[in-house]
Nanobody, 119 residues
Framework: QVQLVESGGGLVQAGGSLRLSCAASGRAFRIHRMGWFRQAPGKERRFVAAITWSGGGTYYSDSVKDRFTIFRDNAKNTVYLQMNSLKPEDTALYYC????????????WGQGTQVTVSS
């Protein structure tokens, strides 16, 4: 049983920065990759960024590339999302997710942390 807990969301002015954290805890920890998704009211949940746990390979959506950085601390079982140059359209509920195997779907999700960017 593994749980993901996000933190770091909040209010920020356009152009500002936030760092989100996602800590994994619990027994039988097994993760191939972790990712961040976001969902704005009335819209579908969309992929933001992901990282392979062991190799550290990263992937980004075009909308956040060059502004966001995903990285992990294996010792702390924590993944981070550094968000710079934030825009109002980044406003959403951000979810951390984990996929246990290569090619598998994200089957473990955190509760979400709200990011609101004012214009």
């Amino acid at each position: 049983q593994v749980q993901l807990v996000e933190s770091g969301g909040g209010l920020v002015q356009a152009g500002g920065s936030l760092r989100l954290s996602c800590a994994a805890s619990g027994r039988a920890f097994r993760i191939h990759r972790m990712g961040w998704f976001r969902q704005a009211p009335g819209k579908e949940r969309r992929f933001v960024a992901a990282i392979t746990w062991s190799g550290g390979g990263t992937y980004y959506s075009d909308s956040v590339k060059d502004r966001f950085t995903i990285f992990r601390d294996n010792a702390k079982n924590t993944v981070y999302l550094q968000m710079n140059s934030l825009k109002p359209e980044d406003t959403a509920l951000y979810y951390c997710a984990a996929a246990p195997l290569s090619g598998s779907q994200y089957d473990l999700w955190g509760q979400g942390t709200q990011v609101t960017v004012s214009s």
